[in-house]
């Protein structure tokens, strides 16, 4: 992997024969765990200007419509998280001549308080091709990570890392972009108690380009003259959409609960695993093909092209004296190239089997396909895959293997047809189907669902005493631990339709492997598991501590003390906004002291809010706020089991306490 440095620029030819089609990963992590940015790209112009508002990607526009351009959100990484886009520079249009891309941060927040900013470029088969660390992004609201430029027939990236402390209007107006603060909302916007505060002004139209291979001059003062005002043309909404849950389905028109509604995809005669994989496979490829939005958000992760999709079942392919039946066959087209993926699915908690897997990718590397998509209950991790298999680099053709979980899939149907909306009514309908079938309990595709065969050893070894440091049973429990944590932001993302994304701390430079290994021990020390979640429009982190040797889960959240006013005004507060919260809700003070503060049930302290105040003038810092479970006993998901009581205990708190809370609190007086 090529590390670049500021300034400096590489055809992306050379790094490989796979750069056509790009991930473009940007990284960043936070001490506090609470730090976040918008990512957005920009295509441009010879002129160095975008040819129309629908050349500016962001939240609101994350899609291009040749699926040239897309933002596919954030993801977990093992410092802090990774924002990602792919780019098909094949579809890209040929009057496009640089793709710039940012990224922006808001509420007075700035680049300087993040670590590890860094950029890194990967071709289709997600193999890294180039990393650049921005060295100091300094006291800055918006930064320029690199771009993309034609040169000729190919492709070059540029290291920019430039900054403007002036934001996101200061980097548009470098471009002559105008700016326009109070866009009007669209007649078909939400309520305006449904609508989201807007984070950013956004750029309409755009400005003259430095000159080739040079970064653009640093500056974060706006130029006047370069700002060029079109108020007949619709300037692109930085308000971010949020279609409202459906609050209750129609009246049914059955005359009792015995007659059951028909449903495109039917569950109830699945009699075996085998039928379960065959079915589940068939529908959601079927719906895939059906809906463009559907699958491209699904397949442009794994480097695959934007075009046009067809998909296949039970394919018999050539191998030996045997031929191999993989589950399922995506191809896409475009403008005349194919590109081919075998499907190997489980279902029902089944795991996969490694012979089978190898054979796949063999198959596909003989084939000239280009990835092998495993999909099962199961969730993967960073640096540890679900399946190990060799890649035969004697041969021409790079095979990439790739998983998805069905909790992965529900999740981008939820946020599709519940938030982000889809071309048409029909598309909504089978996506509703679909999820309908996923969630149903005979289909075989709930995720993540037992935490596998050390559970029940490591909290007996915690109970008696006897788990020792290093045991890999305790690493094991941990690793399910952490996918367990991924599927419920995954759940709760998709129900919600904002980011919810784990929190992990660790110092820098560590590995995965190494920060799991040292949870582990933490977990055979102190008999806790321990998570953060950071929820996109909340005023917090919301922890989750699940104490093995008491049996008890706690949900928390700290929220800081106002900046200005007086303790008994910021309790008063509080306890008035908690109002419809659990009355076991327990309220912590947190000061600056080494003791901790008073604390109390908000069924003690609604009468007295003052009784939660130190008795002397001991500096407050915050309050916490946490709910206790008792946490089931079995390893899977059953009505007692750990997983189904974490759900509960999130779903809990989340509602209870989370919803209540002032985003502002900490503050304002």
């Not at 916007?189 to 291979?213: N, V």
């Amino acid at each position: 992997m090529r590390e670049m440095v500021s300034g400096a620029n590489i055809d992306l030819a050379a790094l490989g024969d796979e750069a056509h089609a790009v991930i473009v990963s940007l990284r960043w992590s936070s001490p506090a765990g609470d730090g976040d940015a918008d990512v957005s790209v920009l295509l441009l112009g010879a002129d160095g200007k975008v040819r129309s508002d629908a050349d500016f990607f962001f939240y609101n526009n994350p899609t291009a419509a040749d699926g040239s351009v897309q933002l596919l959100g954030k993801i977990p990484a093992e410092e802090g998280e990774e924002d990602r886009i792919t780019l098909d520079l094949a579809a890209i249009p040929g009057d496009v001549d640089r793709i710039v891309v940012t990224a922006s941060r808001y509420e007075g927040a700035r680049f300087s308080e993040l670590d590890g900013l860094r950029l890194t470029l990967a071709d289709r088969t997600g193999e890294r091709l180039l990393s650049y660390a921005v060295p100091d992004a300094g006291d800055v609201s918006a930064l320029i990570f690199g771009e993309l430029y034609r040169r000729g027939e190919s492709w070059k990236f540029r290291a920019v890392g430039q900054g403007y402390a002036s934001g996101l209007a200061g980097l548009a107006t470098d471009f002559g972009i105008a700016i326009d603060d109070d866009a009007a909302p669209d007649d078909d916007a939400a309520p305006e108690d449904e609508r989201r505060e807007a984070t950013e002004a956004a750029p309409a139209l755009s400005a003259p380009e430095p000159a080739p291979d040079t970064a653009p001059s640093r500056t974060g003062e706006p130029a006047p003259d370069a700002i060029v005002g079109k108020p007949s043309v619709p300037r692109p909404r930085t308000v971010r959409k949020k279609v409202t849950l459906p609050k209750a389905p129609r009246k049914s028109l059955a005359e009792n609960d015995s007659w059951r509604t028909a449903r495109l995809f039917p569950v109830s005669v699945l009699k075996s695993d085998r039928e379960r994989e065959m079915r589940a496979t068939s529908v959601l490829l079927s719906v895939m093909s059906q809906v463009p939005e559907f699958g491209r958000r699904l397949t442009a992760g794994f480097g695959a092209p934007a075009g046009r999709a067809e998909t296949f079942t039970e394919v018999s392919l050539p191998h030996g004296d045997t031929p191999r039946r993989p589950d399922g066959v995506i191809r896409m087209e475009r403008a005349g190239k194919l590109w081919t993926a075998l499907i190997e699915t489980k279902t029902n908690g089944n795991a996969l089997k490694p012979d089978q897997v190898q054979d796949y990718v063999d198959i596909a590397a003989r084939r000239g396909y280009e990835a092998v998509i495993t999909l099962t209950n199961d969730v993967a991790l960073e640096g540890r895959p679900l399946i190990d298999v060799k890649i035969d680099g004697r041969r021409r053709n790079k095979v990439a293997l790739w998983h998805l979980s069905w909790a992965e899939v529900a999740h981008q149907a939820q946020m599709l047809i519940r938030h982000e909306g889809v071309g048409n009514a029909a598309h909504a309908w089978l996506l509703q189907e679909l999820l309908h079938y996923l969630q149903h309990e005979n289909s075989g595709c709930h995720g993540f669902q037992n935490m596998g065969p050390a559970w029940v050893p490591v909290r007996r070894g915690i109970d008696e005493e006897t788990l020792c440091q290093g045991d890999r049973r305790a690493v094991e429990v941990v690793e399910n631990w952490e996918r367990l944590i991924r599927q419920v932001c995954l759940r709760l993302g998709g129900e919600l339709g904002q980011k919810v994304l784990p929190v992990q701390r660790a110092k820098r430079g560590t590995d995965p492997d190494s920060r799991r290994a040292g949870l582990a021990d933490d977990l055979c020390t102190d008999g806790r598991l321990t998570a953060e979640l950071r929820i996109e429009g909340t005023p917090g982190i919301m922890a989750i501590t699940a104490d093995l040797r008491t049996g008890r889960l706690r949900t928390s959240i700290e929220i800081p003390a106002p900046e200005q006013g007086y303790p008994l005004t910021w309790a008063k507060r509080l306890v008035r906004q908690l109002a419809e919260a659990p009355a076991d809700l327990h309220v912590e003070t947190l000061t600056d002291g080494s003791a901790g503060g008073p604390r109390g049930t908000l069924e003690r302290l609604r009468p007295e809010p003052g009784d939660i105040l130190p008795r002397d003038d001991t500096q407050i810092t915050g309050f916490r706020l946490s709910l206790f479970k008792s946490m089931g006993n079995t390893r899977g998901n059953a009505e007692s089991g750990f997983i189904r009581s974490v759900d509960q205990a999130v779903d809990r708190f989340h509602a209870g306490v989370v919803t209540q809370l002032d985003r502002r609190a900490g503050r304002r007086a």
